[in-house]
């Protein structure tokens, strides 16, 4: 039943107070900040001993042999005109420290450079962070064909030195005699028809020499794009406020072509939406020879494969998608109150075309209804779609589990919870979690959960382990988001203390995905390598829609409501059956995060 109008006005008062509470709070927390300020930024002497090293991360296993294929895991990338290596190795240039080290940034020289090799720029990375940097460095590979410029005839190389350096930022606050500790940050300015891909760092204001890194032609770079922020150097540190960021493709997903270097973008001045001076490089090379083939896919997914943890009150557990339809599952179509029973491999579903609202899936009448709802964890696996990141230097492997039914949401309101009757069930869940793998190495890189109607990057040294280098995976109770830790996550508004709870758990509820599993889509492998399943093909909803209707409530309560749901999920509106793993927009595109 939906909640009671009592109901809804106790947690509309709730809200009222912690809202209150809330403002208080921040106007004795803001003056607080005025009284004792901030952590102050300061710089490190050069004679003074470089910050402790991170401790380098690797993964807790070895690795196995791969399979032999084309190109995956031999440490060098084909680009087309340029081969790419990555290069570990790095060392210390400069570092900008608060009173905390741990919250400062080191900026890195890449060395140990392979003979034929050239730097495209520097590294950086947070020092409370385990190390595993890397940059790439590129060298030219010699064709037959080189290309050059029409209007000249000159053969144009794919790698040139920068004609000069422009000075971005320095840590130096104008005086001669503070020299020493200081940061100085360069912009190679490239020939006409090149793109700078990364910036330098120096401890002296002395212009590096040109022959220190390389520009790329401009046709074998794609844009590029701030992504997160590494270093925030405001005013309060600062005469000039000052930016550092990590940078990915502008154009990504499965058909991306856009390689990450991994070195760093900064500036002062820098607008959301603006382009960068730097690019990324781009692949060219129409084979993506490092992608992993059908022997290496199952190799790493039998190596890499969480385990997914259902919560111990869990109630509405997975099933595969043929358990489902054998199960009595309904095929709805609009005008027609009579579902049609669906074959076990969903051929006589509709396929193509887009969600147009015609058909829809929904659970069978009478007593098998609830049953089916339950879902079936023995039969329950993971369906997997390998794909092209980042240009084909990584690959990323989509693992989607199927649950019959999404349960009711629990409302938390400050301390107070609230278990719902209906807001938040429906029918049919498709989640899933993303393992992004270098096709350098061979070496799990991050894992994507996937939350509702966002998600987020956890990396490798950030997981939890279960088996040698199988990570674990919390499924939320009812609502099935995935999580990388047990705990309460809230989804909705952080600062009203209002949101839906995530409760994750370990317990004996779990399935394996490194041996329960069915790949379901290679699409860089080519026709016919791997054969999708006819439900793969179904773009309308695997639910039923129903719309909650609060125009019962007075006009001042559903006002109220009006305003607090704007802070919660969607889900809460009412009920929506989700569309299947094709029609998401991450099985093109890239993750959300």
């Known amino acids: 039943m939906m909640p009671t109008i009592l109901e809804i006005i106790v947690v509309v008062v709730i809200i009222i107070i912690i809202t209150k509470s809330f403002r208080l709070q921040s106007l004795l927390l803001r003056s607080k900040q005025e009284m004792f300020g901030c952590q102050r930024f300061y710089r490190k002497r050069t004679d003074q001993l470089a910050p402790s090293e991170p401790q380098t991360f690797s993964l807790r296993a070895p690795l196995p042999p791969w399979p032999q294929g084309q190109g995956f895991a031999l440490g060098k990338i084909n680009l087309g005109e340029l081969e790419a290596v990555k290069v570990s190795r790095f060392k210390f240039i400069w570092s900008s420290n608060t ?3 741990k919250k400062g940034v080191t900026f890195y020289k890449p060395i140990g450079i392979p003979d034929g090799f050239y730097s495209l720029g520097y590294y950086c990375q947070s020092n409370d962070q385990p190390f595993r940097g890397f940059v790439l460095v590129a060298r030219e590979i010699p064709s037959k064909s080189e290309s050059t410029h029409i209007s000249t005839g000159i053969a144009s190389p794919a790698l040139r030195e920068p004609v000069d350096y422009t000075l971005v930022w320095s840590s130096n606050d104008g005086s001669e005699e503070r020299l020493q500790g200081c940061g100085f940050f360069w912009l190679p300015q490239p020939p006409e028809g090149y793109k700078s891909i990364g910036y330098l760092v120096t401890c002296s204001p002395k212009k590096p020499k040109l022959d220190k890194v390389r520009c790329v032609r401009a046709d ?11 270093l925030d150097v405001g005013t309060r540190f600062s005469e000039f406020p000052f930016q ?9 997903g499965m058909l991306g072509r856009g390689v990450s270097v991994w070195t760093f973008s900064c500036n002062s001045c ?3 939406g603006q382009e960068l001076p730097i690019a990324c490089l781009k692949n060219l090379d129409p084979t993506l020879h490092a992608m992993p083939n059908c022997d290496q896919i199952h190799a790493l997914i039998n190596h890499y494969g969480p385990t997914v943890f259902f919560h111990p009150d869990e109630i509405y557990m997975p099933s595969s998608v043929s358990w489902f339809f054998e199960n009595g599952a309904l095929l709805f179509r609009k005008g027609d109150s009579v579902g049609q029973s669906i074959d076990v491999d969903g051929s006589n579903l509709p396929s193509g075309g887009r969600n147009d609202g015609e058909f829809w899936i929904d659970l069978p009448s009478g007593d098998r209804k609830n049953s ?4 079936n964890l023995g039969s329950a696996k993971l369906y997997v779609h390998v794909k092209p990141a980042l240009g084909g230097t990584f690959t990323d492997i989509a693992m989607w589990i199927f649950c019959p039914f999404n349960g009711p949401a629990t409302l938390k309101v400050g301390v107070m919870n609230y278990s719902l009757s209906k807001i938040g069930q429906h029918v049919g869940d498709w989640e899933h979690f993303t393992l992004r793998i270098c096709n350098f190495t061979g070496e799990l890189w991050s894992i994507y959960f996937s939350q509702h109607s966002g998600g987020v990057w956890v990396n490798a040294y950030d997981l939890e382990y279960i088996q040698g280098n199988k990570a674990i995976v919390y499924s939320s109770k009812n609502g099935h988001a995935t999580f990388p830790h047990p705990g309460t996550y809230m989804q909705g508004s952080g600062k009203l203390g209002l949101g839906i709870r995530n409760d994750v758990a370990r317990s004996n509820f779990f399935v394996d995905s490194s041996t329960c599993y069915e790949l379901v889509a290679a699409e860089y492998l080519g026709d016919g390598v791997v054969s999708e399943p006819g439900w793969l093909q179904f773009m309308r909803k695997w639910g039923p829609t129903i719309v909650y209707d609060i125009s019962i409530l007075p006009l001042v309560l559903r006002y109220s409501m009006a305003n607090i749901f704007i802070k919660l999920p969607v889900e809460l509106y009412g009920e929506e059956g989700p569309t299947g793993p094709k029609e998401k927009n991450n099985w093109v595109g890239d993750e959300r995060g």
């Open 99 to 101: 009173q905390d080290e």
């Open 220 to 230: 074998l770079t794609e844009r590029c794009e701030n992504y997160q922020v590494i």
């Open 244 to 252: 550092v960021w990590s940078t990915r493709p502008s154009h990504r």
């Open 270 to 272: 820098w607008v959301p």
């Open 372 to 375: 089916v709802k339950s879902g």
